[in-house]
Each structure stands twice: as C-alpha cells, then as structure tokens.
C-alpha cells in the first residue's frame, strides 16, 4: 500500500502565505487555531492576521498544555463550527489535535514551531487517560508547514530534543533486523534506507543546529518528518521505536514521580548510546554460548508490575529453544547482515557531543542506580525482541 506523505512547505519564511497555504487543503470554512500561550505569540497571531475574521476562531490551551484527553474533548468541542484545525505548536499541540481531528473526522494542518520530535507526521498521538499514557490511532496532518526561520529560533534545548530523537536509526535499525532474522518479523529495507539518507545529511552538519543555520535546521526537520512518515507506512512506531525507546519507558514507568521533567528526545539520545553498547558488545563476540543462555522464558523479574507479565508472555511463547538453535546455527550470517547498518557507540555520542547535547544519564537527571535497573527490565516490559532480549540471556 502506498500513503503519500502529507503535504510539505518547508521555506525560510511563509510569511504572508499563511491563509493561502490553509486554503490549499481547506477551500473553505471556518477553520480552528489551536495553539498555546507561547506558540500563539510566536507564530499563531501572524497566523490569524492573515485570514479575514469570520474565517477563524482561535483556541489558546494556554501555559505548558497537557497531553490529555481533557484538552482534545475541549478541541473537539470548539471544533463544531469549524471544517478543520490548525495546529500551531509542536509536540503536545500537535499530539491533541491529531487525536481531536481523528475523533470529529475532520482533517488538520499542522504550523511546526520546533524540531523536537518525529511525531508531526505520524498516524498515532501519545495522549493521557486517566492518569496512563496511551499511544492512540490518530489522523496524520493533511499539510505541515515549516517557516524555518521560527523552527531555527526554537529554544536550543528543543533543537537538541530533535536530535536525540534521530541518533537511534542504527539502532533500532539493528534490532529490527535482528528480530527478522530470528523471528521473521516485518522489515522493510526501504524505509531504512531513507532514513539513513537523511541521517547522513544530517549528521554532517551538525553544529549548524544550534547556530540557526536554516541548512542544518531544514536537515532535522526532514530527518523527523521523514521518521513520523515512515511510522505511518509500517503501520506502527517499529521503523523508530526498538530497545532504546523500551528502556527510557521503562525509566518513566518505574520511577516517574522521582524523575526530572526532560524531554523525549533528549532521553533517547542518551538510552541510544546505552542501546549501541549492547548491541556492539554482542555484535562484537564471536562463539556467544548461545547453548548455555538460559533465555528468559520463565525469568519475569520480581518487582516489576504484573501488568508486564502478559505482554512478556506473548514474546517468549515464541522463543526458547527456538531461538537457541537459530543463533547457533546461523550466528555469523545473522551479525554479518546487521554490522553494515549498525553505528558504534563512540560515533553516535560523537555526534551529540559536537552540538553540546546530553550523552549521558547524569546530563539528563537519571540517577545512575534506577538508570541500570531501567537497562536490565526494559526486554520485559514490550512485546518487541531486541538486542536486550540476548543481553537478558547471556
Ligand atoms: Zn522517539
């Protein structure tokens, strides 16, 4: 099945195009502004001066708004006169109004303030119910417009976000194709091979990012949409969501109330640099003694929610002895195909390091003890095999 991507202006400026962009995908209508305090200011006042009144009404979640389902009822009551949404926001604004736009079958737009996260052109919003995060179905954007002289003026922290969020294609790449081979799970070359086009521009101009170059800011705003694309046409977050997104949820779901507020991205930028060494490590060896590793199967670790027991379940009804036979038979060819898509540990941290980005636990506020604890019990808290899987069994 082929999903075309949402439509892309992606320009130094689109000021005074604004109406005109919207009208692109909405002829007509009254449309709904969605913004908060901050991006109202930034960009959502431009937005509405460009559109004769009685074809706009605005919503202002104001300050710091949650991702909840509270806030997308509230959209979606606001939303009743109106054809469609513009979002104007990134992460949380973006989230709330894919959700309401899905639930009143009316389309959006989305204006990105920041290049924080990957999730602008995804089919799924991460949303609050009742106190539990859930990633839900959701509609991806009919539009997003970059006016990348706003995007390069983002606060340098959520810049970095971004760039936390794009260093783990290796390995989520890596455990993606060690699952396939092992297990036979769905694996998509050609999304990789995207992904890693954009991640080689962009990684070669890295500390445009923080300076404001509109070069390397354009190349984090592919790499992301290209990634929150390639979500949509797999079906699900596996093209950018493996062991190292597993260990940073496990982080949150085990000690949430002691934890720092820190963005997604900058978690993973730092759990991708824990992954790499894994992976490295066992990529590394030569004659594992897969004969001896007791997998997993009935080694559910005490302290860990129930709630877990039945997603490992799933996972391990399919392996055991299965899987140590395979990887002794077939060890060699197995590394062999995964080595030319893997980055060392030390080249991904490199690459942080040369835009002053977090690389390690401490940087970010993880206490090194909880830290480790989160790297042993991420395999046990999702139905996804991955290199953490063989580093449990080892
Ligand atoms: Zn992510």
Redesign the pocket.
Known sequence: MIISPPELSMLPTLHQQEASLCRSIFPEGKLLLVSDDITHKILGERIISNFHAADIKYLSLQELPKANIENVIKIQENLADCVGIIAVGSGTINDLCKLAAYRADKKYVVFATAPS??GYASANASISANGHKKSLTARPPAAIFCDLEIIAAAPKRLILAGLG?SV?RSTVQADCLLAHLLLNTPYQPQIFDILQQYEDNLFIQIEGLTTGNINAISALMGTLLASGHCMTIAGSSQP??QGE?MIAHCMEMLFTDSLPETY??EQ?GVTSLACAEIQQNILQTNSLNWQIADFPTNRFPEGLNNEFQNEYNQKTAQYGKFIRNKLRLEWENIRTKIQPHFKSPASLKEVLERANAPTNNQQIGWDSSKYKTAIELAAFTRNRFTFLDLWCGL
């Open positions: 996260m990957n969020d783990c950018a969501s997104h997604h991205g993973i």
